[in-house]
């Protein structure tokens, strides 16, 4: 992070706490804030064509995130966190203009604003409203949607052991989550915001193994459990990653409401699982990535954030609620130059509507994209590619829902 040299007045006073009362120099204000963030642009051309081949829908939006974090030292214990974020404010996301539309403006929100204590050695407290980072969501993301909450989360290291504990009185799972269960309802709805969740975690450094295991629960709603393994290793030259997961979401009675507004579901307690593999590798100028996630028969939704670490994401692919699903993941890649990378990618995930259905669907993608770093903290993207989604069950047509071309630009800027 760097330090500033120039802020505007209201932004001092917000970092730095001045009133009329505790009134001091700008200078003085200013010269304990850390400023960092991200900038992102992103335009979605998306291509659908139906079962008739009849081009039926052409989407094309641009996109635009901005975050701003704002870190003011307080004293040698205490420091205020902030951070700004000009996109969506419903969810912490891009603010998007449909290029049909006409132009339009983001939404300006304060997203995280909790003060951090690191006066215990080999410890932090968080407090106030924050990210909420567990395994199952996604505290900070420059490039889509945000989970957050207002409550307190304290880490401690003692030598490779790594202890975590939060709780959170409300967040906004409600209009954040991404979790959907296989039969296409949504979790909790709008219940889910003020109610409390609270979890624990260790993670333990032994020799090359990174291992971590956590626990969370949902009052009222869910608890889940997983467990997971990372290391990393350099095989004469190569180097090697491996990532190896497990999760288990079990929903309570009542946990899900149907797609049209004010509809109930009474469901009985669901058990979701899902576990994935992911094998990367990177020699010379050649890079690979090979990943499986598999769910379980009566549902795989692990995750609240389809970028969590308890799922797996490809570009238009998720194996995040979707029951009895076997997803494969393909990615080779060369780099054209020290900062230009292009690269090959297939998605396949088969899946079956809900539990015990009998209807099968099938989504696959297939993309090119070229990474090109310009420098350390400017990087753009394009993507081009096909994506296709059908459904089929016994004595019944075959249904092509999806027959896309999709194409994508990113920019990102960080600093």
Request: net charge negative.
């Amino acid at each position: 992070m760097k330090k500033i040299a120039k802020l505007s007045l209201v932004a001092a006073i917000a970092v730095a706490g001045l009133t009329a009362a505790n009134a001091q120099p700008l200078e003085e204000a200013i010269k304990n804030v850390d400023v960092s963030g991200s900038v992102v642009y992103r335009y979605n051309d998306f291509d659908n064509n139906n079962t008739s081949g009849v081009d039926s829908d052409n989407d094309a939006d641009n996109n635009y995130k901005i975050g701003l974090n704002l870190s003011s030292k307080i004293n040698e214990d205490v420091k205020l966190n902030t951070r700004f974020i000009i996109g969506s404010q419903a969810n912490g996301s891009f603010a998007t203009l449909d290029t049909a539309g006409h132009d339009g403006q983001a939404d300006v929100s304060l997203s995280n604003v909790y003060f951090g204590y690191t006066g215990i050695q080999n410890t932090t407290v968080n407090v106030g409203k924050q990210g909420l980072t567990t395994p199952w969501t996604v505290a900070i993301d420059s490039d889509n949607n945000e989970q957050t909450g207002t409550g307190i989360l304290a880490l401690s290291t003692v030598g490779p052991v790594t202890l975590a504990a939060a709780y959170f009185d409300q967040t906004n799972l409600d209009a954040s989550t991404d979790a959907k269960l296989g039969n296409g309802k949504a979790l909790a709805g709008k219940l889910i915001g003020n109610e409390s969740i609270s979890t624990v975690g260790a993670i333990v450094a032994a020799g090359p193994v990174t291992l971590d295991a956590w626990f969370l629960d949902a009052q009222g709603k869910f608890d889940s459990y997983t467990v997971g393994a990372k290391s990393a290793l350099d095989l004469s030259g190569a180097k090697v990653g491996i990532d190896a997961r497990f999760a288990s979401l079990s929903l309570e009675k009542n946990t899900a409401v149907a797609l049209n507004p004010g509809t109930t579901v009474d469901t009985t307690a669901e058990n979701n699982s899902m576990a994935k593999l992911v094998l990367t590798g990177k020699a010379g100028i050649f890079d690979a990535k090979v990943a499986y996630a598999m769910t379980g028969k009566d549902g795989g939704l692990t995750a609240l954030d389809n970028d969590a670490t308890t799922t797996l994401l490809g570009w238009n692919l998720t194996s995040n609620g979707k029951a009895d699903a076997d997803y494969w993941q393909v990615v080779a890649g060369v780099d054209i130059l020290s900062n230009l990378n292009l690269s090959a990618n297939y998605g396949n995930v088969k899946y079956i509507t809900q539990a015990n259905s009998t209807t099968d669907v099938e989504e696959e993608e297939i993309y090119a994209q070229l990474l090109y770093k310009m420098s350390k903290n400017l990087t753009t993207y394009v993507r081009y590619g096909t994506y296709t989604k059908e459904t089929s069950a016994p004595n019944v047509a075959t249904v092509d829902n999806n027959d896309d071309v999709r194409g994508r630009l990113q920019v990102e800027y960080t600093f």
